[in-house]
């Protein structure tokens, strides 16, 4: 979630609060916090938990998680210890 820092240097005090007043004011209805790493993701919850700011009624949370194998053609995949089995992707008809 944004920080008032840019490229690891910060530019100003966090003004998530007054964003988020703004885009409720001129109508947003609903936000999706999304994740891009299990670190991300778990961070993302977490603050969906805590951050008394964003009504939960307003809140989505988005993870790839289940869609984040390590694949057997990845070098790292003979160093996974628990391995789901995959499921076949369904091709979309429309």
Known sequence: MYQGSYH?????????????SRAWAGGLDKMIITGGSVTDSKRAIEMSKTDASIPQERLMIETDCPW???KPTHPGYQHVATRMPSVKKEKSTN
């Open 8 to 20: 690891g240097s910060k530019k100003h005090e966090p003004d998530l609060d007054v964003v988020l």
């Open 68 to 70: 984040c194998e390590v």
